[in-house]
């Protein structure tokens, strides 16, 4: 019914920048909150950066100042531009979005699969 596809992943250097998209397909009527979230081996999957329908946004304390979401709500699809990376910001990264379908009146979270962001020299 949903799907919400990443791209933008890669192989970046150190300092580097690199631009992430999730575009958000289906029977959709609305989306509330867009985000982005992340996991690295061995550790918990966490939250890097939110945006909600009206555009305010929240980073993780490791992100802010470097990276920036937003969101084009008329593509269905939000960014994260990454600058200034370093090597601690490799993981795979997940877009989350909470999203209303058609003839439904809950809304539903749903997540990406995943893309592989590697910050290495």
């Known amino acids: 019914q949903v799907q919400l596809v990443e791209s933008g992943g890669g192989l970046v250097q150190p300092g580097g920048s690199l631009r992430l998209s999730c575009a958000a397909s289906?029977?959709?009527?609305?989306?509330?909150?867009m985000a982005w979230y992340r996991q690295a081996p061995g550790k918990e999957r966490e939250l890097v950066a939110r945006i909600n329908d009206g555009g305010s946004t929240n980073y993780a304390d490791s992100v802010k100042g470097r990276f920036t979401i937003s969101r084009d709500n008329a593509k269905k699809t939000v960014y994260l531009e990454m600058n200034s990376t370093k090597p601690e910001d490799t993981a795979v990264y997940y877009c989350?979005?909470?999203?209303?379908?058609?003839?439904?009146?809950?809304?539903?979270?749903?997540w990406g699969q995943g893309t592989q962001v590697t910050v290495s020299s």
């Open positions: 989350n979005a909470d999203i209303r379908l058609r003839f439904q009146i809950r809304w539903s979270n749903y």
């Open positions: 289906g029977s959709i009527i609305s989306i509330n909150a």
